[in-house]
């Protein structure tokens, strides 16, 4: 009788040791990165998990949620990114600010001439993480995913944004 009592305090001292070194809580979410929150609203362990596989030298990481994405905000080799997971904790793309000049030549050309009373104000580069087909949203519209430059037009009165290919193809892409 006495071994069994032992037996059956061992078995529940290791089963509550082990449940408690597995488990990491939702909104605190991996021992490893600064991970932040600026709101209430817990974001996904597994979004948090993939995170730290998809960007293992991140640094400076925040969260937001967003009624589409969960956001992790975070710096890496010194360059500011925006990482987005989907419903299913996957990665849909990142996006980093960018320069006019980093957009191709024939798109700096047709803009400059086609927008002539603009002035380029941001620009944006998505990348699209192509192993996953949930269609992004920037500025509160959805697109198709692929990789794309977009970029904040402006002239008093009227802001607009473009979307601009890797190709250097332009295309409008909304009023402001």
Not at 31 to 47: C, E, L, P
Not at 75 to 84: C, D, G, P, R
């Amino acid at each position: 009788m006495k071994n069994k009592i032992l037996m059956c305090a061992m078995l529940v001292y290791v089963s509550a040791f082990a449940m408690a070194a597995g488990t990491r809580s939702a909104v605190t979410g991996p021992v490893y990165g600064k991970a932040k929150h600026h709101d209430n609203a817990a974001i996904s362990y597994f979004a948090k998990e993939h995170f730290f596989m998809d960007f293992p030298n991140a640094t400076d990481v925040a969260w937001k949620n967003t009624k589409a994405f969960q956001e992790a905000h975070f710096t890496m080799n010194n360059i500011a990114y925006t990482a987005y997971y989907d419903a299913d904790n996957e990665l849909v793309g990142t996006t980093t600010a960018k320069t006019f000049t980093d957009l191709p030549m024939n798109a700096q050309r047709y803009i400059q001439k086609k927008y002539a009373g603009y002035t380029p104000a941001d620009v944006i580069f998505f990348d699209d993480n192509q192993a996953n087909e949930t269609d992004m949203n920037l500025f509160d519209q959805p697109f198709a995913d692929e990789d794309n430059y977009f970029v904040l037009m402006k002239k008093p009165g009227e802001n607009i944004v473009l979307k601009v290919n890797s190709e250097g193809y332009v295309d409008f892409f909304k009023n402001i």
